[in-house]
């Protein structure tokens, strides 16, 4: 039989030398590349037959460890074998597959039900355990959300230290995701970015400060993860305080599988809901694979208009699908295409009318609003095109992405102005109404080059680049409406109330790096730098008597460096100990409101932060604690002032410093198999250091708690024939809140504390699952966000008491 080399270069050790724990970096990849890698890596020689190792997939593996036992989890669930080893040159044949009491448990990317397994993240833009990297990083599993029945942000932002969640609508639109206190309000550009992969989908102007992200079928996803603090080197100017990142399931070119699954909601003083998803992954040769999936989701009303007699009226409905196709064109070369759709539709936002106080206006769950004046639709569209080549010592990744959001909400502005329409027209009190309809829309093109090598020795490097060109649009338009019937009454003899049309153009061209030097197996040192182009322009065209007429625009460019530093040791192979320098920065804009300031300053961040993580006892206990302190200076705020002819002009200006600092941790214990603990808790401290503009020392920044924090516990076990039930619970706590800035004088609309306790339970067996869930058991009214106008307010609600039945098969 001829034998191939699986080694591009072998060199020979002692067995002293192999019993030794060396650092392996290898992604998961097909054996023909992954298999030369390793011998690299190790300084082993490895045999094996050629055609043995077409077709096999091995999975990631990082971390410093012994050769023998790397090699038998790189084999592990392959139908690969060692089975012949002179202590220089191993020889592979194909055998039954390594069993799951093998030695060795490293990283990997299949299930896990306990949540004790490593996870593997991307958030370097490379494969690497998460215990591994120098980054405060949380990741949840594509398990964890199908199990508590999990589908929108704010079911599972609570799972992570130092992360809020304010939403102005409640429904997936207008949501702006706060790490650790960084947080304006409105005004500004986006202060955290949003990820699929390695597409950015948030909107870089501050047309999209408020973003809307997609909910992602949990079986089409590997993992949800969260980047805590300023990520600017890798990630660039929207990842001030942050980045999320859904990381997807890519097509397997070996198995045929998928999931089915339906589930039916009921939500306490509302309707029902319930929804179907599908995926399926199908190869369709050697070389080439893809998958689909698809849902459709109602999420159950429960607020009541008294105006218009109308029950359950904010009801949403949610549809989506995502088709990814793989090809291997060449065994080293991957390529994927994939394109993302989802549509939200809803009859009226997640919010209730509220006094300055907090206090409802009309009751429990209860508003008066014109019909139609409080809807919202949602259309999301991604297209993207990944090429990962592994090439003899390092990658060529390439990813290009083109992204569509529209979106489109009312605000009911009946209780400010309508008593004016009423007496302009003529028409009796308590006649006239209004909406404001602000639609947006942005276009966004993206794309990222990059080389990195795959060996971890003394020196690992990683280089790219990277463009994007965005186009957004957003409108206010004032419409008169009848009160009862939510009718248009443009034809009462109203003149035009107001239109307002304002454009945002975005291009950001931007080089990075980062080097890794590995001074011992225990030492290292990373470090990294960006720099970026940015230019931004708008234009903005006002008309009607509420907005005056006016046409202005400007535009503005800047050009940063950010820099990384991260210097790490590893305690033990499972305890790493680091430090991290960050900057980060948002840029500058026109203002196209006024000529002064005619545009404003970018702002930037300086973080400081020490932690440690890792696994104790065997795996018995994870643990993830950390300690930060970030500057931020010359924030940007919405401001506003008196222009000519006393016409009220809002504008983003600078506001001086900040700062944030705080301790997060996060804790998983398995004391027993088939249960587990987890917990987090976060403190955060982030408040004014200055009064500027509508800014005053000491007050806090918009949406930051104090304290948050989650605890809850899952116990799994298996019964005779199969049947595996498990029980879990958790509780979950957010500190009092203050929202947007209201300058001297002025009251911020305070969102209180509140706490929710979810219950979950299930059995599966032979991949058929069926799970009861129970969120907020104790039907608490917290609210997620708030938003001010003249003397009133509306405030976001979190769903009440829901029950659901979650009904699933995995083939």
């Excluded at 218009?308 to 949403?316: A, P, Q, V």
């Excluded at 696994?615 to 604690?625: A, G, H, I, K």
């Amino acid at each position: 039989m001829a034998y191939a080399s699986a080694a591009a270069a072998a060199f020979t050790a002692s067995a002293a030398a192999q019993a030794q724990e060396q650092r392996f970096d290898i992604a998961k990849q097909p054996a023909t590349t992954s298999i030369p890698i390793f011998a690299r890596q190790a300084r082993v020689q490895i045999t094996a037959p050629g055609k043995i190792l077409r077709g096999v997939t091995t999975p990631a593996l990082h971390g410093s460890y012994d050769v023998r036992a790397a090699l038998q989890q790189l084999l592990k669930n392959t139908r690969l074998r060692v089975v012949a080893d002179s202590g220089t040159t191993i020889t592979l044949a194909e055998g039954p597959q390594v069993r799951a009491s093998d030695p060795a448990p490293m990283a990997t990317n299949s299930p896990d039900p306990t949540g004790t397994q490593d996870i593997v993240v991307t958030a370097t833009k490379r494969s690497e355990r998460l215990i591994d990297i120098p980054v405060p990083v949380s990741a949840i599993r594509a398990s964890t959300l199908t199990r508590a029945g999990a589908v929108r942000l704010e079911d599972y932002a609570a799972s992570v230290p130092g992360v809020t969640i304010s939403n102005n609508t409640g429904a997936g639109v207008q949501t702006q995701i706060i790490f650790r206190g960084i947080s304006t309000g409105s005004g500004g550009n986006p202060v955290a970015a949003v990820y699929v992969d390695d597409a950015p989908i948030t909107s870089a102007t501050q047309l999209g400060a408020g973003g809307s992200f997609p909910d992602f079928d949990p079986a089409d996803l590997e993992r949800i993860e969260f980047l805590r603090g300023p990520q600017g080197t890798l990630y660039g100017a929207a990842s001030l305080g942050g980045l999320l990142k859904f990381v997807t399931r890519k097509p397997d070119f070996d198995t045929l599988s998928g999931r089915a699954e339906l589930a039916f909601t009921g939500a306490d003083h509302g309707g029902l809901g319930g929804g179907a998803r599908g995926r399926i992954n199908a190869p369709l040769g050697e070389n080439i694979a893809l998958s689909a999936s698809g849902f459709y989701r109602i999420d159950p009303g429960f607020i009541d208009n008294i105006l218009t007699g109308k029950s359950n009226e904010n009801e949403t409905r949610t549809r989506g699908g995502r088709v990814a196709l793989a090809v291997r064109p060449v065994e080293n070369v991957t390529i994927i295409g994939s394109a993302l759709y989802q549509a939200v539709n809803a009859d009226s936002v997640t919010t209730i009318d509220t006094d300055l106080a907090g206090r409802p206006l009309y009751g429990d769950l209860q508003v008066s609003r014109p019909r139609g004046a409080a809807a919202l639709t949602q259309r999301f569209t991604l297209y993207d095109l990944s090429i990962n080549a592994h090439l003899n010592g390092f990658d060529v990744i390439s990813d290009t992405s083109y992204g569509i959001q529209k979106s489109g909400t009312y605000i009911d502005y009946t209780r400010l102005i309508g008593g004016l329409l009423d007496s302009i027209s003529g028409q009796p009190s308590g006649t006239l109404g209004a909406s404001i309809f602000q639609p947006f829309r942005t276009k966004k093109l993206t794309q990222e080059v990059r080389f990195q090598s795959t060996t971890q020795g003394f020196f690992a490097w990683q280089i790219g680049g990277f463009y994007t060109r965005e186009k957004a649009n957003t409108l206010a338009l004032v419409n008169p409406l009848y009160r009862q019937t939510g009718g248009s009454a443009a034809g009462v003899g109203l003149p035009p109330l107001g239109n307002g049309d304002v454009d945002a153009t975005y291009r950001e061209i931007a080089g990075f790096g980062n080097v890794t030097l590995n001074f011992t197996s225990k030492l290292s040192l990373s470090g990294g730098l960006r720099y970026s182009d940015i230019r931004l322009s708008s234009g903005q065209t006002l008309s009607g008597i509420l907005l005056g007429n006016s046409t202005n625009s400007g535009s503005a460019s800047d050009h940063k460096l950010t820099f990384s530093v991260n210097p790490s040791y590893k305690v033990t192979p499972n305890i790493l100990v680091y430090g991290r320098v960050a900057s980060g920065y948002r840029p500058g804009g026109p203002n196209i409101t006024t000529s002064d300031p005619a545009t404003y300053k970018p702002d930037t961040v300086l973080s400081y932060e020490v932690g440690t993580k890792g696994t104790l006892l065997d795996r018995l206990v994870t643990f993830d604690l950390d300690a930060f302190l970030i500057d931020w200076d010359d924030i940007q705020v919405q401001q506003s002032k008196i222009g000519p002819g006393g016409t009220p002009l809002s504008f983003v200006g600078n506001a001086g410093k900040a700062r944030s600092k705080g301790i997060e941790a996060a804790f998983t214990v398995a004391p027993v198999s088939g249960l587990t603990f987890d917990a987090n808790i976060a403190y955060t401290d982030a408040t004014f250091r200055n009064t500027v503009g509508p800014a005053i020392a000491g007050d806090r920044l918009p949406s930051s708690a104090k304290w948050t924090g989650q605890i809850g516990g899952e116990y799994r076990f298996e019964l005779a024939n199969g049947w595996k039930p498990f029980f879990g619970a958790s509780y979950r706590y957010v500190g009092r809140r203050l929202g947007e800035f209201a300058g001297t004088g002025g009251t911020r609309y305070v969102l209180p504390k509140y706490e929710t306790i979810d219950l979950r339970a299930g059995v599966d067996k032979s991949g058929f699952e069926a799970s009861l869930f129970v969120r907020n058991v104790t039907d608490k009214r917290g609210y997620t966000g708030g938003y001010v106008y003249g003397p009133y307010a509306t405030a976001s609600l979190l769903q009440p008491r829901t029950i659901g039945l979650v009904l699933s098969k995995n083939f």
